[in-house]
């Protein structure tokens, strides 16, 4: 065992037998750096990476290669998902190196932590245009020993670079019509009309960008960006993307027609999914739209919960196969003659039709990914239904993909508020009841006494890493939700609670924020990106929480921030909207207000219901009743009966509409 024995990470201790000596992100390996006088190997990357696997096997786990590492480098390890900070700053400095990143992300610094050489997956022997790791760490230690100055002079002109990278927000100016009409235009311009989504191949789900589209569709009308949402959502969710027997989303298609997945399936993507399809739900009635909302919820709940009542990271994409080979897919995939053994002959060719499977196959060796191709389910819904449940129980007979059980709060943020708002649209009260239950290990082991969070925590013990400006901002915005579903107050001050962290510590002068707080670890340089990658940036989703608070409370330094935040936008959106969608979404929201509503009566009364299933982008919803609900909802303050009747309150630009007593009369004030 070496230095990672004992971490919290699972990809940490994946590498805790490794012969290589690695040390964890910490000053003590650059002490040690600079005793040995030696550089460090930084290796970056997460357990469900299939390539970080790959490089583990081919060279981490070598006799030879690992003798070399321990005595030419101090090695360190990082998990990326515990650690974004340290990620995002080396990656930055990656991708200005080099055009392109990813993971495994290997990099060569001083041991003053700075950076000099790059790369991503090395292969053990030079092949496909890429040197071999081994010749890599003998040019690094030969330059590192022969040509130290030039070393030098490459790791501080990079550093010089970083540091010159700082944002300010308002430059783009406030995002209006303009710019959101911009927006719209440019993702017209990158649709693929022909199967969904935007961009080609590799293909991942645009969630945040769909749910901009819904927005803009919900405050406009535009019938052509609802339409956008709506077929990308059918075409991933009848694609190889989309887990046909078992629910939930892989992490991205290798093709363009989302045929085949990179099989890991990621906690946020199937959080971020959940809420956009039980969005689209509520903007079309689309059964598709709710079954897979549905669907993806109870695999969440399902596969990802922990005994602690938090949610996991991921699954692996690997798994061992029939021959005991561990390979990518190998839980997934089907040939026709496993069909056969388990269905026999007339129901394997019914499904084989159906989930397009074929002798050739989709994937490897002859094995296919299951897809909607037919139409069987139209035809004959109980045979379909039959066929499935006995695919999937001999599935569960299957070597499962292992489960990264770390819990991130973020990524437990974002499926709070996809569980909440799913089971009370669907009348699921045990999601909602989940959602509950992950929020109140996030206040009891991620905010400890002080209300500061942690990032990770696993088996009830928190981790050592401090929260990032992501996991204020997706843990505020899942407390949001959970407030307005369940009337519970506590929700929307524990909000308060981070985002008055957010305005104190991460937040610079013009609307900038950062990724790491003020008295967070000083790396290099101070992390800070505003776009939206796989999930919502820390920018975008403090300010779409900022915002959301603002409208509960009237707090004006709230509302300011998010406005300053939202500055980004403006410059961003317009030229790059596939990449700030989660920003347009909560820019659609500032156009509109957002609207404040107030429902004085029961929690899942006609009236909360028709206030939670509105349309109107980002609209906060407050709900309780009798003389102490303005205690914990603000909007509820001085909102009294109609005579004696449950009654709503729609506000917004310091307007208020007549109070309803009529659900529908609510629905049609949020475009219901």
């Not at 971490?7 to 690695?22: E, G, I, R």
């Not at 311009?189 to 589209?213: N, T």
């Not at 379909?384 to 990524?411: C, H, N, Q, S, Y």
């Not at 603000?634 to 009294?640: E, S, Y």
Request: net charge negative.
């Amino acid at each position: 065992m070496n230095r990672l024995a004992g971490v919290t990470s699972p990809y940490l201790l994946q590498h805790a037998d490794n012969p290589v000596d690695w040390w964890p992100w910490g000053p003590e390996a650059f002490e040690e750096a600079k005793r040995r006088d030696v550089p460090v190997l930084l290796s970056v990357g997460y357990a469900s990476c299939h390539w970080c696997h790959v490089m583990a096997h081919e060279s981490f786990e070598d006799t030879a290669t690992a003798d070399y590492l321990n005595a030419h480098f101090v090695p360190v390890k990082v998990d990326r998902e515990e650690r974004p900070d340290v990620d995002a700053v080396y990656m930055e400095a990656v991708q200005a190196a080099t055009g392109q990143g990813g993971w495994p992300m290997t990099v060569f610094l001083t041991p003053e932590a700075e950076p000099f050489y790059f790369g991503t997956y090395f292969p053990p022997e030079s092949r496909h245009g890429m040197p071999g790791f081994p010749e890599v760490l003998e040019g690094v230690v030969a330059a590192w020993s022969d040509r130290r100055e030039e070393v030098a002079e490459v790791a501080g002109r990079i550093v010089r670079d970083l540091a010159g990278r700082s944002l300010t927000a308002a430059e783009g100016g406030l995002p209006g019509e303009a710019e959101l009409a911009q927006a719209l235009l440019r993702l017209t311009r990158d649709y693929d009309e022909k199967h969904g989504g935007f961009g080609g191949a590799p293909k991942f789900p645009p969630s945040m960008a769909i749910e901009f589209l819904l927005r803009h569709y919900a405050r406009t009308g535009a019938e052509g960006a609802l339409q956008m949402a709506a077929d990308s959502c059918a075409a991933m969710a009848k694609g190889g993307i989309y887990d046909q027997l078992g629910g939930g989303f892989a992490r991205y298609a290798v093709d363009r027609e989302w045929v085949v997945p990179h099989f890991e399936k990621m906690l946020y993507d199937n959080a971020l999914l959940c809420r956009v399809y039980a969005h689209l739900w509520r903007a079309t009635g689309s059964d598709l739209a709710r079954r897979v909302a549905l669907e993806t919820a109870d695999f969440i709940v399902r596969e990802l919960r922990t005994t602690e009542g938090g949610f996991a990271s991921a699954l692996d994409a690997d798994s061992a196969d029939a021959d005991g080979r561990h390979v990518e897919g190998a839980f997934y995939v089907w040939t026709p003659a496993q069909l056969r053994e388990v269905l026999g002959e007339e129901d394997a060719a019914f499904a084989a039709a159906y989930f397009g499977v074929t002798e050739e196959g989709t994937f490897e060796e002859g094995s296919s990914v299951l897809r909607l191709v037919g139409s069987g389910e139209a035809d004959d819904p109980a045979r379909i239904a039959d066929v499935r449940a006995r695919l999937l129980a001999a599935r569960e007979l299957r070597v499962r993909p292992e489960r990264d059980d770390k819990i991130v709060a973020a990524w437990n943020g974002l499926a709070i508020a996809a569980l909440a708002e799913t089971g009370a649209y669907f009348d699921r009260p045990d999601l909602v009841e989940r959602a509950t239950e992950a929020a109140d290990l996030l206040v009891r082991v991620h905010m400890g006494d002080v209300a500061r969070l942690c990032r990770t925590s696993r088996d009830g013990r928190a981790g050592d890493n401090s929260g990032v400006l992501e996991d204020y901002g997706d843990v505020a915005e899942g407390f949001l939700a959970l407030a307005s579903v369940t009337g519970e107050g506590t929700w929307l001050e524990f909000a308060g609670f981070l985002l008055d962290i957010v305005l104190e510590h991460f937040s610079g002068e013009g609307g900038q924020l950062f990724d790491t707080a003020d008295d967070a670890e000083q790396l290099i340089r101070r992390p800070q990106d505003p776009t939206d990658s796989a999930t919502p940036a820390g920018w975008t989703a403090a300010a779409g929480a900022l915002l959301s608070y603002a409208a509960h409370t009237g707090s004006e330094p709230h509302r300011a921030a998010a406005e300053g935040a939202l500055g980004i936008v403006g410059a961003l959106g317009p030229k790059a909207p596939r990449f700030i969608g989660w920003g347009l979404a909560v820019a659609e929201a500032l156009l509109d207000g957002p609207r404040e509503v107030a429902v004085a009566g029961p929690v899942a009364g006609e009236l909360h219901r028709a206030a939670l299933l509105g349309r109107a982008p980002g609209a906060v919803v407050a709900v309780g009743e009798g003389p102490d609900a303005g205690t914990e909802f603000p909007l509820l303050v001085d909102r009294p009966l109609v005579g004696g009747e449950p009654t709503a309150y729609v506000c917004r630009h310091f307007v208020c509409d007549a109070p309803t007593t009529d659900a529908g009369e609510l629905a049609a004030k949020l475009g219901g």
